[in-house]
T-cell receptor, first 116, second 108 residues
Framework: GAVVSQHPSRVICKSGTSVKIECRSL??????MFWYRQFPKKSLMLMAT?????????EQGVEKDKFLINHASLTLSTLTVTSAHPEDSSFYIC????????????FGEGSWLTVV | ELKVEQNPLFLSMQEGKNYTIYCNYS?????LYWYRQDPGKSLESLFV?????AVKQEGRLMASLDTKARLSTLHITAAVHDLSATYFC????????FGKGTRLHILP
């Protein structure tokens, strides 16, 4: 089946620094990718919809300047957490819609971010 | 606003028993998804249901969709410990909205 790769799987960074998470669709092109955040034992919260070649669409309450999303190609979207704080520590998951390639939405492996 | 409600949110059951997880959603949608999540892991796609009356089965899991009632069910038959996980349903509008998840714990 289709594969979505996310990197890094785990990252620890210091407060005030920025960290980038990559999401790649390995065997299909994705004009749309989604970024989610998940707290322990909670559901997935949609942060933004990443559109190839245009600006991301952010959900209400998500800071655009803090969570920078770039969808530079049909197989790559990146999420950059800028000026990270401990409260940004979370599990971040991306997903990609393969369009005509398949019916389901495929998820990356997720990235654990710990800000110390 | 599209809302997705799952119940129960937590389920503890004995091996060998049958049970059903329910997923209600608030507006029309052309796709309903079921995913499984193990602790510390990402989501694994289980089923995609596309039309009214759709039924899909994989092993001990069976999912169905009633678009008129805006209801999907995930039925577990003769549960085994390996099925312990959190199960999410999700529905598409112009984006994918998830239910809160059902934490399933199957006792050996």
């Amino acid at each position: 089946g289709a594969v979505v790769s996310q990197h890094p799987s785990r990252v620890i960074c210091k407060s005030g620094t920025s960290v980038k998470i990559e999401c790649r669709s390995l065997d299909f092109q994705a004009t749309t990718m989604f970024w989610y955040r998940q707290f322990p034992k909670k559901s997935l919260m949609l942060m933004a919809t990443s559109n190839e070649g245009s600006k991301a669409t952010y959900e209400q309450g998500v800071e655009k300047d803090k969570f920078l999303i770039n969808h530079a190609s049909l197989t790559l979207s990146t999420l950059t957490v800028t000026s990270a704080h401990p409260e940004d520590s979370s599990f971040y998951i991306c997903s990609a819609d393969p369009g005509s390639y398949g019916n389901t939405i495929y998820f990356g492996e997720g990235s654990w971010l710990t800000v110390v | 606003e599209l809302k997705v409600e799952q119940n129960p949110l937590f389920l503890s059951m004995q091996e060998g028993k049958n049970y059903t997880i329910y997923c209600n959603y608030s507006t029309t949608s052309d796709r309903l998804y079921w995913y499984r999540q193990d602790p510390g892991k990402s989501l694994e796609s289980l089923f995609v249901l596309l039309s009214n009356g759709a039924v899909k089965q994989e092993g001990r899991l069976m999912a169905s969709l009633d678009t008129k009632a805006r209801l999907s069910t995930l039925h577990i038959t003769a549960a085994v410990h390996d099925l312990s996980a959190t199960y999410f349903c999700a529905v598409t509008d112009d984006k994918i909205i998830f239910g809160k998840g059902t934490r399933l714990h199957i006792l050996p």
